[in-house]
C-alpha cells in the first residue's frame, strides 16, 4: 500500500467521533454517502471467492461467523431481499480476520492534517487530476451541465477518493461487510450496509463476483457504501445498469454529482477560502454557527490572504482546523455538503483545495503547526476528564469533541493565558497533564 493510500483512508476512515474532532457548532447532516465514506485500496486482478479447502485454510472464528450468517439472513429476509440473492452471496462465505484488525488499527492512528494535505493536493495528484479533465472532458461538461457542479470538484473527489479509479478496490464487498457487521466497531452501521450490497446484487446492475471493494466496505470510482448507492446512484450513460466499479467512471462521477446539487450545492460558490486573521481577533466567534457575510468579517479582522476582503459568495464561518497556529478559512455552504460526503475537516479541506488546484489556483500560504496531530479516542477522554477536574466541566465524558467541550477547552485556554481558540490539540492536553 503506498503512502498516499494509507494516509487517505486514514481520515476516510475516522470513527465519526474522529471525524467531528473540530466540530463545535451546527450537528453535520447524514452523509451524500454517509459520514462513515472510507477511501481507497490496491485495485488488482479479481480472483475468484475463496472456498474453505482444508481444515487449516478456515479462520478460526469460521464457526462463529457461520452462526451469525445464519441469523442476518433470517433478518435479510425480513428486510425485503430475495432467499435466492441472499443464499447466493451468503453461501460459503469466509470470514476475513485481517479486516476488523486493519479497521481498528487504522481508527487509532491520529495524524496531522498536514500530511493529509501533502499527499492529497500532491503534484503528483494534480497532475494526474489535470489529465483526467483533459482525457474526460466531453464527460465532464455532461455532467457539469446537467447538475451544475463544477468538474474541478469531481474531479477532487475521484482522486481522492480512488486516485482517479486506479484504486477501487478488489475485496470481495460481501465478506467485508459481514465480517465487519459480526466483529467491527459499529456492527449497526455494516449491517446495514451488507442489507443493502444484497440489494444492490437484487438489482442486477452488478454480479456477484463483480461486487468489489475496499476492506472498509466501499467500492467504486468515487468510494460510496451500499446504502448510498441505493439513493443515489444513476445510469448516467445509458447503458441500463448503475455501474460504479467498471473501467468508465461516468456513473459513479454523475451519482457524485447528483448527490452534491440534491443537497445544496451552490455553483460559482467556493467551498472555502483562505484567510488571514488579524491581531486581536475574538476567536469565540470562530465557530460554525457564527455566519456573516465576509465583508462583516472583514470589519472584524478576517481578510483574503492578500489582505483583501473576500468577495460576498455568501454567509461564512470561520475555521480553525488546527487551531490559531494553522491555516484559517471561511467556509461556505458548500463546505457543508462536502461534509455529506465525509465529515473529517482534512477530507473536506483536502477535496477543495485539490480542486482549487485543479482549476489553476496557487496552494495555501499559511503553515501547518509542526508539532500538532489529532487526539486519539483515548487522549479525547482524557482531555474530557482533566478539564472537569480542573474546573472546566465538560457535561461528560464520550470522547467526541462538541459544542460543551469546546466550551470548557476555551475557558480552560483563558485561564492559562492560551489563545482562547477551542481547539482540542494535543498542546491543551499537555499542559492540562503538566498541572
Known amino acids: 500500500m503506498t503512502r498516499l493510500t494509507s494516509l487517505l483512508i486514514a481520515v476516510a476512515t475516522a470513527s465519526p467521533a474522529v471525524a467531528q474532532d473540530a466540530r463545535e457548532a451546527d450537528p453535520v447532516p447524514a452523509a451524500i454517502a454517509t459520514p462513515e465514506t472510507e477511501s481507497t485500496a490496491e485495485r488488482r486482478p479479481r480472483p475468484p471467492r475463496a472456498r474453505p479447502q482444508t481444515l487449516s485454510a478456515v479462520p478460526p472464528q469460521q464457526g462463529a461467523f457461520e452462526t451469525w450468517l445464519d441469523a442476518f439472513r433470517g433478518r435479510a429476509l425480513t428486510r425485503g431481499v430475495r432467499r435466492d440473492v441472499v443464499d447466493g452471496a451468503l453461501d460459503g462465505l469466509l470470514y476475513m480476520p485481517d479486516v476488523v484488525g486493519a479497521a481498528r488499527d487504522r481508527a487509532a492512528v491520529a495524524r496531522p492534517i498536514r500530511e493529509y494535505l501533502d499527499a492529497a493536493v500532491s503534484e503528483d495528484m494534480i497532475a494526474a487530476g489535470r489529465a483526467a479533465l483533459d482525457d474526460r472532458s466531453r464527460l465532464f461538461d455532461a455532467i457539469e ?41 459499529r456492527p449497526a452501521f455494516f449491517e446495514s450496509q451488507l442489507v443493502a450490497a444484497l440489494k444492490i446484487l437484487e438489482t442486477g446492475d452488478v454480479s456477484r463476483e463483480a461486487l468489489r471493494g475496499t476492506p472498509v466496505g466501499t467500492m467504486g470510482h468515487t468510494q460510496i457504501v451500499p446504502t448510498t448507492y441505493l439513493v443515489q446512484a444513476v445510469d448516467f450513460n445509458g447503458d441500463g445498469r448503475r455501474d460504479v466499479w467498471g473501467d468508465s467512471p461516468a456513473d459513479a462521477l454523475a451519482s457524485a454529482a447528483s448527490g452534491l446539487a440534491a443537497h445544496g450545492w451552490v455553483k460559482g460558490m467556493p467551498w472555502g477560502v483562505e484567510v488571514r486573521v488579524a491581531d486581536g481577533f475574538d476567536y469565540r466567534l470562530a465557530r460554525r454557527d457564527e455566519r456573516r457575510l465576509p465583508s462583516d468579517w472583514a470589519a472584524l479582522g478576517v481578510t483574503g490572504v492578500d489582505g483583501e476582503p473576500v468577495p460576498d459568495f455568501g454567509e461564512a464561518s470561520v475555521l480553525l482546523p488546527a487551531g490559531s497556529e494553522g491555516a484559517a478559512f471561511l467556509i461556505f455552504q458548500n463546505f457543508h455538503v462536502l461534509e455529506r460526503v465525509n ?61 460543551l467541550t469546546i466550551a470548557a477547552v476555551r475557558a480552560y485556554q483563558r485561564s492559562a493565558g492560551m489563545v482562547p481558540d477551542g481547539y482540542a490539540s494535543l498542546r491543551v492536553l499537555r499542559r492540562l497533564r503538566a498541572g
Do not use: C, N
Open 343 to 403: 465529515t473529517a475537516d482534512a477530507y473536506v479541506i483536502g477535496v477543495g483545495h485539490l480542486a482549487d488546484r485543479l482549476a489553476g489556483k496557487g496552494p495555501l500560504q499559511a503553515d501547518w503547526p509542526s508539532d500538532d496531530r489529532a487526539l486519539t479516542e483515548g487522549e479525547r477522554m482524557e482531555l474530557q476528564r482533566r478539564l472537569t477536574a480542573a474546573g472546566f466541566d465538560t457535561q461528560g465524558v464520550d470522547g467526541k469533541i462538541g459544542p
Open 145 to 185: 451541465t446537467r447538475y451544475g457542479v463544477e468538474r474541478e470538484i469531481l474531479a477532487a473527489i475521484w482522486g481522492v477518493e480512488s486516485t482517479y479509479g486506479t484504486r477501487r478496490g478488489d475485496t470481495d464487498l460481501i465478506a467485508a461487510l459481514a465480517t465487519l457487521a459480526r466483529d467491527g466497531e
